[in-house]
T-cell receptor
């Protein structure tokens, strides 16, 4: 059972454009929703995260939008740069320190 | 150390052999996690250790997989009688008790030939 569904699988965006990645979850017990960024040959690195008590969180060019009633959340990368080219994973967990359930990943390519 | 350290970074083994993968977590992190990432795929949870509690083994795909954590620090993931479908990147992560999110190592790329 895939508890976190991520789309699209891949995305090509021009430099300066907006990258949007969407995730949907099924388990209403999830209360932590992070996004991880992974470069080839490296482990995933925490990019930004949100708890369900807020609908939006922004850190620099990265914004998470969260819709609790729809059980969906998304990552927006504003002013996309070639250095943002990576694979992005959404995830969800129940309670602090608990295991994360990951989406399938989105490979983002930013063209100069 | 400053980050999560995994060794070896690459491992090629023959089908049927046993392998051991090592993870050295960040000092002071009581939680340790193992994930598997197959080529072009997402991360699949394997096992989770938290302090002295019994580990959550619910993600181990078969009884050929086992893991232990000695002294609440270093962990070893063992795969017995390796199969070609075990080929993947095995990622370890660690985190502090009671906090969200954790730090991943760079992984061990296992290739079974």
């Amino acid at each position: 059972q895939q508890q976190v569904k991520q789309s699209p699988q891949s995305l090509i965006v021009q430099k300066g454009g907006i990258s949007i990645i969407n995730c949907a979850y099924e388990n209403t017990a999830f209360d932590y929703f992070p996004w991880y960024q992974q470069f080839p040959g490296k482990g995933p690195a925490l990019l930004i995260a949100i708890r369900p008590d807020v609908s939006e969180k922004k850190e620099g060019r990265f914004t998470i939008s969260f819709n609790k009633s729809a059980k969906q959340f998304s990552l927006h990368i504003m002013d996309s740069q070639p250095g943002d080219s990576a694979t992005y994973f959404c995830a969800a967990s129940k309670a602090a320190g608990n295991k994360l359930t990951f989406g399938g990943g989105t490979r983002v390519l930013v063209k100069p | 150390g400053a980050g999560v350290s995994q060794s070896p970074s690459n491992k090629v083994t023959e089908k049927g052999k046993d392998v051991e993968l090592r993870c050295d977590p960040i000092s002071g992190h009581t939680a340790l996690y193992w994930y598997r990432q197959s080529l072009g795929q997402g991360l699949e949870f394997l096992i989770y250790f938290q302090g002295n509690s019994a580990p959550d083994k619910s993600g181990l795909p078969s009884d050929r997989f086992s893991a232990e954590r000695t002294g609440g620090s270093v962990s070893t993931l063992t795969i017995q009688r390796t199969q070609q479908e075990d080929s993947a990147v095995y990622l370890c992560a660690s985190g502090r008790r009671g906090t969200y999110g954790y730090t991943f190592g760079s992984g061990t790329r296992l290739t079974v030939v």
